[in-house]
C-alpha cells in the first residue's frame, strides 16, 4: 500500500492507495482505526458469514453510530438486513459492483462463491467491539 504523508506536518498521513492485487486471504483493515473513514478489505470463501450485528449510537457530546458500507469487488454476497429492534427484514444479493450501506438496524454478510473480494467501509474512530456493536 502506498502511504502519501504531508510535507508541511511531517508524520501526518494524508492519502491510501490500495490496489486488488495486494490482496491476501482473510480481512486487512487499510486504514488506521483513529481516522473517521475506516476501510477493510475481505477476501472470503465461500459460505463465511460473521455473526449479525448492530452498531450502537455512542454517547458524549456528539452521540454517533458507526455506519457501514460494503462494496463487492468480486465474486456474490447475499446480504442480510435487521430492524433496530433485530428482527430480520429482508435479503439481497450483491454483484461485483454492488454495494450495500447500513444506516441503522442489523446486518449480516454471507458469501456465496469462492474468492469474494469486498471493501467494507464504516465511520469511526473505530474504539473497540464493545463500544461499536451488538449482536443480535
Not at 441503522?104 to 464493545?130: F, M
Request: proline share 5%; charged share 20%.
Amino acid at each position: 500500500m502506498d502511504k502519501i504523508f504531508s510535507r508541511c506536518k511531517p508524520g501526518t498521513l494524508l492519502h491510501m492507495v490500495f490496489r486488488k492485487s495486494e490482496m491476501k486471504e482473510g480481512r486487512l483493515d487499510l486504514v488506521p482505526a483513529e481516522q473517521f473513514l475506516q476501510c477493510s478489505a475481505l477476501n472470503l470463501r465461500e459460505g463465511q458469514t460473521f455473526k449479525p450485528h448492530q452498531h450502537v449510537w455512542k454517547t458524549g457530546p456528539d452521540s454517533v453510530i458507526a455506519q457501514e458500507s460494503w462494496v463487492v469487488i468480486a465474486g456474490e454476497v447475499k446480504c442480510l438486513f435487521f430492524d433496530v429492534d433485530g428482527q430480520f427484514l429482508e435479503d439481497h444479493t450483491l454483484l461485483p459492483g454492488d454495494c450495500s450501506f447500513t444506516l441503522q438496524g442489523g446486518h449480516n454478510y454471507v458469501a456465496l462463491v469462492p474468492d469474494t473480494l469486498v471493501y467494507e467501509y464504516k465511520t469511526g474512530p473505530y474504539t473497540g467491539q464493545q463500544q461499536d456493536k451488538v449482536f443480535i
